[in-house]
């Protein structure tokens, strides 16, 4: 009796980041690059009632008598599907068509970002929305003067400008990292992974390279890829597999109630 209750307790604690995980998905379905969550659990410790026995000569053998004791949080995992491909036919936003991952310089820390919205700050280099550095090939920056009349850039990740004379002038090629395990990046927040122990190390290329980079498709960016329709069907499930634990309590209570009345 109170091993249901205190299983019940567990179940609920587990629905509610569960429910969290997907709160923060729907938060984020108009994220760009953003990659969702998805939680698991796994059963706790079962307590045992009496062990299994061989068969003998004259008798079958038996089966383990055990009472599970709730459940646990098993995972929350990052689901890295590639999200679909908006055109905004703006040139400095850019998407990946792949598994790589764009690289930001913040300081002397390296971070990666799958979201693509790219600008130009006043002196012309390449960053993103907080002002992080682009990485470009060479592990410098990437530099448009002021003064170019146009630029464009490659599915390779080469940037080019014609200058003020009217020549095709090379900026650099934007670096693409991937990884061995992309789920095991950390999220860092403003759409940003840090690598992590698991992650394994950035392997750095280009894009349409021999690792499987991915191209980059200029004038596009990519959308989360989170799912509406699945996040509400999940949300529904969290919350009937909350109220659920919450009748197991209700009901131990009741019983534990019933015994404390035999006593009048």
Same mark, same amino acid.
């Given at each position: 009796?109170?091993?249901a209750?205190y299983s019940?307790i567990s179940?609920m604690k587990?629905f509610?980041?569960?429910?969290?995980?997907?709160g923060n998905?729907i938060? /984020?379905? *108009?994220?760009?690059?953003?990659?969702?969550?998805?939680?698991?659990?796994?059963?706790?410790?079962?307590q045992q009632?009496?062990g299994?026995s061989? !068969?003998?000569?004259?008798?079958?053998?038996? *089966?383990?008598?055990?009472?599970?004791l709730?459940?646990?949080l098993a995972t929350?995992?990052t689901i890295?599907?590639?999200? +679909?491909l908006?055109?905004?036919g703006?040139?400095l936003?850019? +998407?990946?068509s792949?598994?790589?991952?764009?690289?930001?310089?913040n300081?002397a820390?390296?971070?990666f970002t799958r !979201?693509?919205n790219?600008?130009?700050?006043?002196?012309?280099?390449?960053?993103? !929305?907080?002002?992080?550095?682009v990485?470009?090939?060479?592990?410098?920056?990437i /530099?448009?003067?002021?003064?170019a009349?146009s630029?464009?850039i490659?599915?390779d990740?080469t940037?080019?400008?014609?200058?003020?004379?009217?020549?095709?002038?090379?900026?650099?090629?934007?670096?693409?990292?991937?990884f061995? /395990?992309?789920e095991?990046?950390?999220?860092a927040?403003s759409?940003l992974f840090?690598?992590t +122990?698991n992650?394994?190390a950035?392997?750095?290329?280009t894009?349409?390279g021999a /690792?499987?980079?991915?191209t980059?498709?200029?004038?596009?960016?990519?959308?989360?890829?989170?799912?509406?329709?699945?996040e509400f069907?999940?949300?529904i499930v969290?919350?009937?597999?909350?109220?659920a634990?919450?009748r197991?309590?209700?009901?131990s209570?009741?019983?534990?109630?019933?015994?404390?009345?035999?006593k009048?």
């Amino acid at each position: 009796m109170l091993r249901a209750m205190y299983s019940g307790i567990s179940g609920m604690k587990n629905f509610q980041i569960k429910l969290d995980v997907i709160g923060n998905n729907i938060a /984020n379905v *108009n994220t760009y690059g953003f990659k969702k969550g998805r939680t698991t659990f796994k059963d706790m410790v079962s307590q045992q009632i009496s062990g299994a026995s061989s !068969a003998t000569a004259t008798r079958g053998g038996t *089966n383990p008598k055990q009472v599970g004791l709730g459940s646990q949080l098993a995972t929350i995992d990052t689901i890295h599907t590639q999200g +679909s491909l908006q055109t905004t036919g703006r040139p400095l936003d850019l +998407s990946i068509s792949g598994d790589g991952f764009f690289v930001l310089l913040n300081g002397a820390q390296t971070v990666f970002t799958r !979201a693509g919205n790219f600008y130009l700050d006043v002196n012309g280099d390449l960053v993103n !929305a907080d002002g992080l550095f682009v990485r470009e090939v060479g592990g410098g920056r990437i /530099n448009i003067p002021n003064t170019a009349k146009s630029f464009s850039i490659g599915s390779d990740g080469t940037v080019t400008y014609i200058d003020a004379a009217g020549t095709l002038q090379p900026a650099g090629q934007i670096t693409i990292a991937k990884f061995d /395990n992309p789920e095991g990046l950390e999220k860092a927040g403003s759409n940003l992974f840090i690598e992590t +122990s698991n992650s394994g190390a950035p392997a750095y290329g280009t894009a349409g390279g021999a /690792n499987g980079e991915g191209t980059i498709v200029a004038g596009t960016l990519e959308m989360s890829n989170v799912d509406l329709s699945e996040e509400f069907t999940e949300m529904i499930v969290a919350q009937r597999g909350f109220q659920a634990n919450t009748r197991i309590i209700t009901t131990s209570d009741e019983i534990l109630q019933e015994l404390v009345n035999l006593k009048r």
